[in-house]
């Protein structure tokens, strides 16, 4: 995900300046901006002690999150105490990978690709009772989005996050976080369940977090980060990657980040949703039911009922999402009823009033 724009000038110029130097290097030698790449993360992302493995893509980082719950089960408890699966939520999206598919809470990604990889099963969103019920020796992690991206911009609340935080401790369980999506300053904060977790005066840290998507800024970077304590349980020999962490890879996901940083773009990403959603409260118009989400992840939940989508045979989403397209607005559906914005992180004023001016006369047409 463009997280600064689609051709950034920071982002070209240590494309330009890291691929005049050294492209790629084995992992089996130090790699100098692979190292900075992680203390960043670990000093200013996190905050946490910890280690951080690189890779590719969202998809491999949470097969790394998979990995971690299952070998640090096994090296803690033994093989034999079949201590394997693993919790997601209902809706979420967790990559396309055989591990991704079976983690993600949605049928339709499922379909067609029989036998899944065992050991995952899935409880309703906010549903703390069900989550309790689900877990029990056998479970080696909990998984979520702390905002369901794909499933439609939905918050994981705090009580959940306070239930699956007291079912580690009672069940000796990894935490594990995807970020993929919703980190990396989406929310206003380097880390997403921050943003979700301040209103509800809950405090709960994962072991494990997954990132991708933003933190490469639109280059194919993905990587986890693992609480010092659990790091060894994937040590060398028991996951690797050719490509993952390369000098150019590195080089641009930290120039991503120390832009970030220079330009005040979480604060940036803060203000401008408070422009968004006074704006978009002020218009009260009958396709919009809520706004979800936080920061600039921002889900506009459409009136499915209101007769403009009635008497068409396509999904809400879908429908005004073409629309835009046509009025010069680009964005993403989020399920059937959820259009979603992803505006990059340092969006301007000017952009945006440009945004919500074409989204406001598209829909006011639509609702007339
Ligand atoms: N996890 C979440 C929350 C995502 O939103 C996505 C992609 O949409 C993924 C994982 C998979 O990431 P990738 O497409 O980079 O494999």
């Known amino acids: 995900m463009c997280s600064l724009g689609h051709c950034p000038e920071v982002l070209r110029k240590a494309l330009v300046e890291q691929g005049g130097k050294l492209i790629h290097c084995s992992n089996l030698y130090h790699i100098r ?146 970020e993929i999506q919703c980190g990396i300053g989406r929310t206003g904060d380097w880390c997403g369940w921050r943003t979700v977790l301040r209103d509800g005066g809950v405090e709960v840290e994962p072991d494990a977090v997954s990132w991708a998507k933003g933190l490469g800024g639109g280059f194919p970077v993905g990587a986890f980060w693992v609480a010092d304590e659990f790091q060894a349980h994937l040590g060398p020999g028991t996951h690797g990657s050719t490509f993952g962490g390369s000098p150019l890879g590195s080089v641009v996901s930290l120039a991503v980040l120390n832009e970030i940083e220079r330009s005040g773009a979480l604060k940036n990403v803060r203000r401008q949703e408070q422009r968004i959603r006074n704006t978009v409260a002020s218009w009260k118009s009958p396709l919009i039911r809520s706004l979800r989400g936080r920061g600039l992840m921002l889900g506009f939940e459409l009136d499915e009922s209101h007769s403009y989508f009635r008497n068409q045979d396509s999904a809400p989403s879908l429908i005004l999402v073409r629309e835009l397209m046509e009025a010069g607005l680009l964005t993403v559906p989020a399920g059937q009823q959820v259009l979603r914005w992803l505006p990059r992180l340092n969006v301007t004023d000017e952009e945006v009033d440009e945004a919500l001016n074409i989204f406001q006369k598209t829909i006011q047409r639509a609702a007339a």
Do not use: W
Request: contains cysteine; charged residues 25%; hydrophobic residues 40%.
């Open 33 to 178: 901006e692979q190292a900075l790449l992680a203390e960043f993360l670990v000093e200013k992302v996190i905050g946490r002690a910890g280690k951080v493995f690189f890779c590719n893509s969202g998809a491999e980082a949470n097969e790394g999150l998979i990995k971690l719950a299952r070998k640090c089960a096994c090296d803690r408890f033994g093989g034999e105490a079949k201590k394997n699966r693993i919790i997601t939520i209902d809706g979420s999206f967790h990559g396309r990978t055989l591990g991704g598919i079976a983690a993600t809470g949605q049928e339709k990604v499922k379909m067609g690709f029989d036998p899944l990889l065992p050991g995952f099963s899935h409880v309703p969103l906010n549903d703390c009772e069900s989550l309790e019920q689900a877990v029990d020796e056998s479970t080696a992690g909990i998984l979520f989005e702390p905002i369901q991206g794909e499933g439609g911009i939905h918050l994981v609340t705090p009580e959940f996050f306070r239930v699956a935080a007291q079912l580690r401790e009672k069940y000796d369980l990894l935490l594990l976080f995807d």
